[in-house]
Structures are given as C-alpha cells and as structure tokens.
C-alpha cells in the first residue's frame, strides 16, 4: 500500500514536472517570438548567411533581416532590433551661398528622404544606423544634401534657379542620390521652397523684370488698343456686310419665295382650267351623248312610225287585193261563165240553125262572133284586173317611197342638229 502510494505521487510530481516545462517552453517561444509592421524591418543577428549582390557576388553578414511580419529569435544565440522604415523630412536651409556669377543667395528648400526597401539597402542602412536615432540619421542625411546644395548653386545663375526651379530640384536628386544610396537612402522628393539674397539682387530683377513688363504690358495694351480698334472697324465692317448679305439672302429667299408661289399658283390655275376644261369636255361629251340618244330615240320612233305606215300600207295592200283583186277576179270568172254561156248558147243556137238548114259559114261566123264575145268580155276582165293591180302596186311604192324619203329627212335633221351643237360646244 505504501509503495503504491509512492508510486502516485511520483507519477504526480512527474506530470506537474512534464506540464511546468510545456509551459515554460511555451512562455519563452512567445516572448521570443518577435512581430513587426509594414513599416519597420526586424534585423535578427548572432548567426551567420550569405547574401548574394545583384553583380552575381555574395557576402557573409552575420544577420538577417525581416520586412513586415514576424520571426522567432533564439535566445542566447541571436538577438533582434527593429529599424523604421518610414519617411523622414528634412527642412533644409542654406547660409548665403556664392553662384556663378558670385551673387550669394540663401536657399530655403524640404527634402523626403526614407530607406531604400531592397534588402541589401536595408542591410546598409542597418550597418550604418541601427544604433543612431532618428534624429542623428536626420542630421547625417541633411548634411548630405546641404553639401550637394551648394556645389550645384555654385554652378548656376540666380536667374536660372529662380526660373528653372523644377530643374534645379531634378539636379538635386540626381546629384544626391549616390551618397544617399551608399546610406541605404533614397530621396523621394526634392521641393525648392525660396531663393532670397541680401544684395536685393532678386528685388532690381524683379524690378527690371516690372519695368520691363509695364513697358511691355504698355506696349501690349497699346498693341491691344489698336488690334481692338482695328477689331472693331473690322467687325462694325463685317457687321455691315453680314447686314447686306442678309439683306440680300432675304430678297433673294422672298424673290424664290414669289417666284415659287407665282408658279405654285401658276400650277394651280392650270391645273384648274385643266380639271375646268376636263369638266366642261366631259359635260358636253355627255351632253352629246344625251342629244345623240335623243336623236337616236326619235330616229327609233320615226322608224317605228314609218315602219307602222309600211305595215299600214301592206295591210291596205291586202285589203285591196282581198277586195279589188278578188272581186275582179269574181267578175272575170263570172266573165267567162258568162261568155261560156253565150258560147253555150251560140253553139246551140248554131246547132238549131243548123238544124234548120242555114248554112256552115253562116254557123262559123256565128261562132266565131260567139268566142270574140267571149274574148272581148275575158280581155276586158284582164285588163281592168290588171289596171287595178298596177294602180295598187303604184300606190304602195309612193307610200314606201314616201316614208322613206320622210324617215331620211328626220336622220338629216338630227345629225344637222348634233353637228350644230357639237361645234358650239368646241
């Protein structure tokens, strides 16, 4: 019992042991565990790294270096700083200094200048100041550009820096940037605030430059006036020739606006005596058209009335003929009956003659003069038959001719009529 309570406690010690050193390691991990920002760079030294140069060389640095984030530091082996990265200004003023043509200026200028983000600039800088202050590296740097300052004011003219401001900033830059460079530094910007001088140089500029450009802004005003001047006669003579152009663009627009109206309206009265005379055409061709059917119906009637007087005719004709013709005819049977009879009878009284002894010529005259009774009696019946035919036939032909010669003289009136009116009407 007693071993195993020996035994528990061991194994109680063991685990407080094992989770005292799990915490242990995990405090010293986390306190060991260094982060930094965007804009500083965490330099790690105590181990030893090589590092390659853009030429294609390498160096052995006994550092190495992290850019925004974090990196565990071993302890007792490596121990790490934290360097800024962010932009330093530097106001930068000059004491008078003498330009090339030995007038001394003072220069007033502000300068950004930060380090530069390739690691063998940040290496760099490191070496030369991670363990300066800001302000030590502000003064290191603006006696840099101070320097550079005054070498390129002694090579230009003070009309030129003050014209050429953008210029001489570029000069700056460009001058500056190897020293700076070798730093691990850049120069972001260069601004030239002010240039002054205690000779009022820049002032008997400025007013020669005032002198020169009231004289110019006379001689311009001047110049003005008299381009004004001639601006106006110029324009007041344009004004006069656009009034006369449109003067004239407007009588020329009123003399295509009548002209056009004249043959509008010209269109129209054409137009309108054409639809005039169409009308009246076409009324009198109607017009003719009616009397022509006018004419055409009497023509009709008149026909009817001769073709009724034809058959007026006709019928008298057969009425003549049922009555003369017939009744003639009657007679020259009743002619021949008659003469038949005598002949009847002269044969027969011949025969009695005869019969009492007379003699044969006295019986052949007898019968002779009996048939040229009879003969006389029938020519007469012929001739009066045909006396009254020819009167009849006469009759119908004048009463034809006569309708006719009546039915050609009414045709003659009516074309005489529609002739007449067809020529008044053109």
């Known amino acids: 019992m007693e071993i195993l309570n020996s035994m528990s406690s061991t194994a109680a010690y063991m685990a407080g042991f094992i989770l005292l050193v799990i ?31 853009p030429d294609g060389t390498s160096t052995v640095v006994g550092y190495r270096i992290v850019h925004g984030g974090g990196a565990f530091v071993i302890p007792v082996i490596e121990q790490a700083q934290i360097m800024s990265m962010e932009l330093i200004t530097l106001d930068i003023k000059t004491p008078p200094v003498i330009t090339l043509h030995g007038v001394p200026v003072l220069v007033d200028g502000v300068a950004q200048i930060k380090v530069k983000s390739d690691e063998i600039s940040i290496g760099t800088a490191a070496e030369q100041f991670l363990s300066k202050t800001q302000n030590e590296i502000m003064k290191i740097a603006h006696q840099t550009l101070e320097g550079h300052l005054r070498a390129i004011l002694g090579t230009m003219t003070v009309e030129d820096i003050y014209k050429n401001r953008d210029e001489f900033a570029i000069k700056v830059q460009q001058v500056s940037a190897p020293d700076l460079s070798n730093m691990g530094l850049c120069i972001v910007s260069f601004t030239l605030r002010d240039i002054t001088d205690e000779n009022q140089y820049l002032e008997s500029l400025g007013k020669a ?41 407007i009588a020329e627009k009123t003399r295509d606006y009548e002209m056009n109206q004249a043959e509008y309206q010209a269109s129209v009265n054409k137009k309108k005596a054409q639809t005039d005379l169409a009308y009246d055409l076409e009324y009198n061709i109607k017009q003719q058209e009616v009397k022509r059917e006018e004419m055409n119906v009497q023509i009709v009637e008149k026909e009817k009335s001769i073709e009724i007087q034809q058959k007026e005719v006709m019928r008298k004709q057969q009425e003549f003929e049922a009555t003369v013709i017939k009744a003639a005819e009657a007679e020259k049977q009743k002619i021949e009956m008659l003469a038949g009879a005598a002949k009847f009878k002269s044969l027969t009284e011949v025969e009695v003659e005869k019969a009492k002894g007379l003699t044969g010529a006295e019986v052949e005259k007898a019968k002779g003069l009996a048939e040229a009774d009879v ?36 045709k003659a009136a009516a074309w005489q009529k529609y002739n007449d009116a067809a020529i008044i009407q053109m």
């Open 375 to 410: 003969s006389k009696a029938k020519g007469l019946t012929d001739i009066e038959i045909e006396k009254n035919r020819g009167m009849t036939e006469a009759q119908i032909i004048q009463a034809k001719g006569q309708s006719e010669a009546e039915a050609m003289t009414v």
């Open 209 to 249: 430059r005032i002198a020169e450009i009231k004289k110019d802004a006379s001689i311009g005003e001047a110049n003005a006036q008299m381009v004004a001047t001639i601006k106006a006669s110029e324009a007041a003579r344009d004004g006069e020739i656009a009034k006369i152009e449109a003067k004239t663009r």
């Open 23 to 53: 915490f242990l390691f995990v405090y010293i991990w986390a306190s060991r565990y260094i982060k930094v920002g965007p804009n500083e760079v965490l330099i790690i030294s105590g181990r030893k790294r090589k590092v390659l140069h």
